[in-house]
């Protein structure tokens, strides 16, 4: 007797198939599209919260299994996509309305790498497969056109002005503004710093993004209250160094991002250890026990640590990031694994955000 396979036998074997970081099964979150049966054939699509989920493959994997004991199914064709979710709250008449997601990537202080690891890290969710802009908000000090190789130059279209693109990731920097003269922006004042950086928010045609990163300058200045009143940001990602007094400054910076109603998504700990290239040994130069402190002390997510190495420096210097140049690099996959981490929490922030809209 041929055992016939139903729609709600499928869905209540996939309800027990919970997201390791959402907490929720992949049904009740809208994951499976299209379910459809036909002589014992289960066709789906997966569609995953972001393509640079952690825990991307380890879902894919469960899914084909629990399905595969389902009495009935003699094969499966399922399409895995994914769909990054918003976690920032889109109106109407929102600023950067295609724009899922903002992530602030902020410091204490200077000199801790915080534009190498913005780069990298947008870089990296670039690779995932991810639509990614970078907004270089340092107008002091823009060094993100230097560090990816961009010269000058700016084109407008429809009055609106269009980022430069290099490696699938579109930029926007006061650096890349051609400059006149001997112009100074070193003598510029807040309100016209404030108004560069809505101008790059309200005039610059971003398209469709899953995230903008942010690269704030240093410190808790004009920018970064501007950008928290300008636009709903889905969270902040604190660069440090190992040392004590780096890692304290950081996180105050953190707590006061907290204190504008702006999520932090976790912690990034720059230059953690110096690995040695004749016998592989790991030594911290700066320190060591960054997780510990933030998590323990300050109660904010740790999101990983990235090495201390010169291929990291001499890409920056030449406009060549590591995740470019030497994508199966350990000091690569230290980046990537930290984009992933970072997709994970606003996975999480924005599921948090929706099922308080429900509730609402």
């Not at 595969?68 to 895995?80: A, E, F």
């Not at 490696?167 to 650096?175: A, C, D, E």
């Not at 501007?226 to 660069?239: D, E, F, R, S, Y």
Request: with cysteine; hydrophobic share 45%.
């Amino acid at each position: 007797m041929k055992i016939m396979v139903t729609v709600d036998e499928v869905l209540s074997t996939l309800k027990t198939v919970i997201d390791p970081e959402l907490h929720k099964d992949i049904v009740s979150m809208g994951m499976i599209k299209d379910l459809t049966i036909s002589d014992g054939k289960v066709s789906f699509t997966l569609e995953l919260t972001t393509p640079a989920c952690p825990y991307n493959s380890e879902i894919e994997q469960e899914v084909r299994e629990k399905v595969s004991t389902i009495k009935g199914v003699n094969d499966l064709d399922m399409k895995v996509t994914a769909r990054v979710m918003e976690g920032r709250s889109i109106g109407a008449e929102e600023i950067l309305p295609k724009v899922k997601n903002v992530i602030a990537v902020a410091s204490g202080k200077g000199g801790v790498g915080k534009s190498t690891v913005a780069i990298n890290l947008a870089l990296a969710l670039v690779r995932t497969g991810a639509k990614v802009g970078l907004l270089d908000a340092d107008i002091y000090g823009p060094s993100v056109p230097l560090m990816l190789g961009l010269q000058p130059g700016l084109e407008a279209s429809e009055n609106m002005i269009v980022p430069q693109e290099i490696h699938n990731l579109k930029v926007i920097s006061m650096g890349l503004v051609p400059q006149q003269g001997e112009q100074n922006v070193g003598i510029w004042r807040g309100p016209i710093i404030s108004g560069i950086i809505k101008q790059f928010l309200t005039t610059v045609a971003w398209d469709e993004l899953d995230y903008l990163v942010v690269d704030l300058p240093p410190g808790t200045g004009d920018v970064p209250l501007t950008l928290a009143q300008t636009i709903p940001i889905t969270g902040i990602v604190v660069v440090t160094t190992p040392q004590d007094a780096a890692m304290n400054i950081a996180l105050k910076a953190a707590l006061m991002f907290k204190k504008l109603g702006i999520p932090i998504i976790g912690v990034i700990e720059n230059m953690s250890y110096f690995t040695c290239p004749h016998c592989n040994k790991e030594t911290h130069v700066f320190g060591e026990g960054g997780e510990e402190k933030v998590s323990e002390k300050f109660g904010v997510p740790f999101l990983g640590q990235i090495p201390l190495h010169p291929g990291i420096m001499q890409g920056s210097d030449f406009g060549k990031p590591v995740v470019i140049t030497e994508p199966n690099s350990p000091q690569a996959a230290a980046f990537k694994k930290v984009a992933m981490a970072v997709a994970g929490k606003i996975s999480i922030i924005a599921a948090e955000m929706q099922a308080n809209a429900v509730q609402q």
